[in-house]
């Protein structure tokens, strides 16, 4: 183990195997209470044409050994409650416990979505305080809160906009995407049955005003850009790339991913923007969960308020909240039974918590992402130098010479107690390091940061071998992604004894 | 602020370690015209207490203390306490998702057990690591099948779940598919003579739900084989997976849709929940979602990555096969951790009393005048009754006795005034089905 | 790895090797070398017509997809059914057992527009220069 390494050092750490591996015939888990009502022949009741006599090789195993499997596997995982995760562009901040506590309460996680409104009062009013906050903090009109996550959402800002199109006469053709994307944004545009036309970022990795200003014309129906865009930097044009759209009759679509910059400080609606998400599960605190669930809102200005999915939250004369289902030009729905309230829930409880003082967490993680560009360079390539906001982008320039890429280093930051940061993204920048500490992190697991960064650059200098072939002290090293490819195994399956038969 | 790590100090010293004086100095790239000069006026701070506070005030406005009898999609099941005490631990809570493999064995290896149990469910040889909700899954799947067959014509049942039918149509219309309903016959089961009538050599996909929204159990055979006639694709979709655990699975489907809910997912207004694609191998490269796949290290040990990356939108970008980022993997873990509790007999077990509390409401029902059983054939634990009287007339009598009365079909279904879908899971008593009971009894009876 | 010089070569790093009206199709060394190792080779059906300059088929890493461009135009009489068990062939033996598709040349002149061995091993040097700069 590296003397340099202070953050991390070695640990007993337990094996398992998958949960089928432990399975034993009569083994129980769970209990039911006795059945209080007259047992039924189920093959009589279910037509034995449709019975099914039990699921196959379905796991049988005690409450213990299901505590153990799980524990055991989640050692396994790092996770933010563990350290930083320096992800650009994903705002892997705390999650605080109260959002668990209030989203599992009797009344909130209980309700049924068809219950009668007069019995939901309490989930509606949660759900238009929330609409109400995330407007103040975009700057927008009117939102939707129902799109899953933010791809969801992202398909929805889009339809929107294409509602808004065909309603002129015209739906038009095109989106105008910036080179420097996340790859959501032309997935989504082509599932809205639009075409995508990159545009290109100029040397000041911003959206090149000339390029766009040429590409604009009646077959755009909008421009999809990420500010602060991926390279974590302001884009400082924004107004006059509004306008520019605007003079076409085309939108501009703001990628709310880096909205942790944003917050309390400044507000895309001010900016120009005419409809944005949000990820809830970026921005505003609620968990990650190993990949989901998220959430994705929708905050437009009210051109696109006629569009809005069903059903929309009105207040009605009696002061009462309701939804509302009759809505002529909506685009319908995209996804059944209203937004992941449970994710909506936990939002809500960061932003009440924070009340105004939201200002305060923006401003702690330009800091840090800030603090660590300061300190970072010169040791790596920093290929655009206009101001940082909340995240920095490197690349391996430096460290390519001595044969040592930005994976390499990502691994080998692994082996120092920390999470990579995001790899080889944007592409505009080849090798790309993209650094989002976030507010989270305290100046002292900023500091093991840094330390750990300069470490791994000096040893790509003096000794490249040991981080081109990190980690080194996982349970687990380098697995075989290209065999996982070519021959997927993508489920358990039992052993069986061979019969007589051949094949 | 008991979320931010650092003193006022500590602050000052990273600001001067930087080279500015102060934090507005690192907002000097946005426009002075746009940058705030006042507070946002939001609600709070609040302590944690107050937050705590104000969530119990919104429940009690809510439902708490009432029983329900509402199902169609939302389905409330037990959960063991042993979900939520695993689910919370921080290193899956607060995990990101599983790109660097080495650091997240626990996500994936997860993700692996709950894509076979999917397949162990549904019958199908490949599933994956789920997608939003139910919803979704039924319109991927379409999708999926427009991919495969290159065709763009769709036949839907009507008793597919409305919401579920009006969120493929806002997909299908940016997508150039057509979408065409099938009506149900007086069984309640797809019109087979209506589907054979619609099928041509243009269909990607026939999109049928078992049990359907009736409740009623569908007979995927010879639904099947008429798609497959046609050259066309059979996706089944399931939105109250506990049953899978007596009912046959939908082998026969080329593509499942499943919503996974009632396993480990409280119904929480709405959201959020956990869909599943399921179909076969031979299809899996034109799968959406996540999938994990078993492989080894260099020094040959067993691990799990996210693999077949390259139908996903961040490599494919344009070409993506969806433009699906995240998956919903907390709500695929809970998922899993259920059904690794109730195993093989309890999942069976809590399966047969669903059916034999739907059974026992039912009969307690067809004994009051002019309660009448709409559909004969087999059913899970929901079905579909005729009132003599309005649905909601019913119901808005029923909740003065804190009962939330059955689904009023005729607010999606105007062929269906008069009747109501009724849900009975294990965690309903028999002591509330009678009350239940005696309550739509005592509301028929009130003088119109 | 040498370049066959009775092969003819695209900007794009494909290959294209005529015997008589039917002409064979595959990518270069370089081209697998950038890709990385091949997991999967998504090939035209028999029968189907490549259009000059428009994509074909599409070759898979782990981590990238890269779009085949035809060189020629013509139809598609076999395909290189062994990619589908082992698509590592491309990475091996890129110029040979690695080939993807047979075609039959609707215009055999097209190939003379194409560069040769040392004009494409000119162009890749080019290239790698480019990439170190």
């Known amino acids: 183990m590296n003397d340099r390494i202070k953050k991390v050092t070695r640990h007993t750490n337990q094996n398992e195997g998958l949960i089928f591996e432990k399975s034993s015939p009569g083994k129980r888990a769970f209990d039911l209470a006795p059945m209080d009502v007259p047992a039924v022949n189920i093959g009589k009741e279910l037509a034995e044409s449709h019975r099914r006599n039990g699921v196959e090789d379905f796991p049988e195993v005690s409450e213990i050994e299901v505590i153990r499997h799980f524990t055991r596997l989640s050692t396994w995982n790092y996770a933010i409650d563990l350290g930083m995760y320096p992800l650009g562009s994903c705002t892997m901040k705390y999650n605080p416990r109260v959002n668990e506590h209030v989203a599992r309460l009797a009344g909130i996680a209980t309700e049924h979505p068809y219950q009668p409104q007069d019995l939901s009062q309490g989930c509606l009013k949660i759900l238009s305080l929330l609409e109400k906050c995330l407007l103040e903090i975009t700057g927008m009109d009117v939102i939707t809160l129902q799109p899953a996550a933010g791809a969801q959402g992202e398909l929805t800002g889009l339809l929107l906009i294409r509602a808004y199109h065909q309603k002129n006469g015209n739906p038009r053709k095109k989106v105008l995407i910036p080179d420097s994307a996340h790859g959501t944004n032309p997935a989504t545009a082509v599932i809205a049955g639009y075409e995508v036309e990159n545009i290109k970022s100029n040397a000041d990795g911003q959206v090149d005003i000339t390029a766009l200003r040429e590409k604009v014309n009646e077959d755009v129906a909008a421009l999809m850009l990420t500010n602060p865009s991926t390279l974590g930097i302001f884009e400082q044009q924004i107004p006059e790339i509004a306008e520019i759209l605007h003079a076409k009759g085309a939108l501009l679509y703001m990628d709310g991913a880096n909205m942790n910059a944003l917050a309390g400080i400044t507000r895309p609606g001010d900016l120009g923007v005419d409809v944005m998400h949000l990820n809830l599960h970026k921005t505003f605190s609620t968990p990650h969960g190993g990949g989901g669930p998220g959430a994705g809102p929708v905050a437009m200005k009210k051109i696109l308020e006629p569009f809005l999915p069903v059903p929309v939250l009105v207040e009605k004369s009696d002061g009462k909240l309701a939804l509302d289902f009759h809505r002529k030009e909506s685009i319908g729905k995209v996804k059944a039974f209203g937004g992941n309230f449970g994710v909506l829930v936990r939002a809500l409880a960061y932003i009440l918590a924070y009340g105004p003082g939201v200002r305060q967490a923006t401003e702690d993680a330009v800091t840090n992402a800030n603090y660590i560009r300061k300190q970072l360079e010169g040791i790596f390539d920093l290929p655009y130098t206009r101001p940082s906001m909340h995240e920095v982008v490197f690349s391996d320039a430096l460290q390519k010479k001595r044969g040592v890429n930005t994976m390499d280093i990502a691994k080998r930051l692994i082996d120092y107690g920390f999470h990579p940061y995001t790899t080889a993204f944007p592409l505009i920048v080849p090798g790309a390091l993209m650094i989002e500490p976030t507010e989270s992190e305290s100046k002292e697991e900023c500091d093991f940061f840094v330390e750990a960064m300069k470490s791994i650059a000096q040893e790509a200098e003096q000794t490249p071998e040991i981080v081109k072939t990190a980690p080194h002290t996982t349970r687990i090293r380098r697995l075989d992604e290209v065999a996982a490819a070519r021959k997927p195994v993508l489920r358990w399956k039992p052993r069986r004894k061979e019969s007589g038969a051949a094949g | 602020m008991r979320y931010l790590p650092k003193s006022p100090a500590e602050r000052q010293e990273m600001l001067a370690a930087i080279g500015v004086k102060s934090v507005e100095e690192l907002f000097t790239s946005i426009p002075e015209q746009f940058r705030l000069k006042r507070p946002l006026n939001l609600p709070g701070p609040m302590s944690e207490a107050e937050v705590i506070g104000y969530f119990q005030d919104r429940a009690a406005e809510n439902s708490v203390g009432y029983t329900s009898f509402l199902g169609a999609g939302v389905y409330s099941h037990l959960r063991s306490v042993v979900t939520d005490a695993l689910l919370q631990r921080g290193e899956f809570l607060t995990s990101y998702t599983p790109y660097q493999a080495e650091i997240t064995q626990g996500t994936l290896q997860a993700i692996f057990e709950f894509q076979t149990l999917m397949c162990q469910l549904t019958g199908q040889e490949v599933a994956n690591a789920s997608m939003y909700d139910g919803s979704t899954a039924t319109t991927e799947a379409v999708l999926m099948a427009e991919r495969i067959t290159g065709k763009r014509r769709v036949l839907v049942a009507r008793s597919l779940h409305p919401e579920y039918r009006d969120v493929l149509r806002t997909y299908a219309k940016n997508s150039g598919l057509t979408v065409e309903e099938v009506p149900f016959t007086a069984s309640g089961t797809l019109d087979g003579t209506a589907l054979k009538a619609s099928l041509r050599d243009d269909v990607c996909a026939v999109v049928v739900q078992s049990p359907n929204f009736f409740g009623a159990i569908e007979d995927l055979g010879p639904l099947a084989e008429a798609a497959h006639g046609a050259g066309a694709l059979l996706v089944a979709a399931a939105t109250e997976a506990l049953s899978l655990a007596v009912v046959k699975p939908p082998a026969e489907a080329d593509i499942v849709a499943l919503e996974g809910q009632s396993f480990g997912l409280p119904p929480s207004y709405g959201g959020p929940f956990v869909g599943v694609v399921a179909s076969r191998e031979k299809f899996v490269r034109q799968m959406p979602g996540r999938l994990a796949g078993q492989t080894a290290d260099q020094d040959g040990r067993r691990g799990f990555v996210l693999t077949l990356a390259t139908r996903e939108q961040h490599i494919r970008r344009e070409k993506a096969t969806s433009n699906i980022c995240t998956n919903q993997a907390l709500c695929a873990l809970a998922a899993t951790m259920h059904l690794c509790l109730l195993g093989k007999e309890g999942i069976r077990e809590m399966a047969e009393q669903n059916i034999a509390k739907a059974r026992f409401t039912l009969s307690e029902l067809e004994k009051i005048p002019g309660v009448k059983r709409t559909f004969p054939g087999p059913f899970f634990n929901e079905f579909t009754v005729e009132l003599p009287r309005s649905v909601k007339i019913v119901n808005a009598e029923l909740l003065k006795s804190k009962i939330v009365g059955p689904y009023v079909l005729g607010s999606a279904y105007p062929e269906l005034t008069k009747h109501a879908l009724v849900c009975v899971t294990e965690t309903t008593t028999r002591l509330q089905i009678e009350q239940f009971a005696a309550g739509v009894r005592a509301a028929l009876q009130q003088p119109l | ?133």
């Open chain 3, 1 to 133: 790895m040498s370049y066959p010089t009775q092969f003819r070569y695209t900007k794009e790093h494909e290959w294209i090797d005529a015997k008589g009206g039917i002409a064979t199709i595959g990518i270069t060394d370089y081209a697998q070398h950038e890709l990385g190792d091949v997991v999967f080779v998504e090939l035209p059906a028999v029968g189907s017509s490549l259009i000059t300059g428009k994509t074909f088929s599409s070759v898979e890493s782990v981590k990238a997809v890269s779009e085949i461009y035809a060189p020629a135009s013509g139809q598609v009489t076999e395909a290189n059914s062994t990619l589908q068990n082992t698509p590592e062939s491309i990475n091996s033996d890129p110029h040979g057992a690695g080939w993807l598709v047979k075609v039959k040349l609707a215009n055999p002149a097209e190939l003379n527009s194409l560069m040769d061995a040392a004009a494409y091993e000119a162009y890749i040097e080019e290239k790698k220069k480019e990439a170190s700069a």
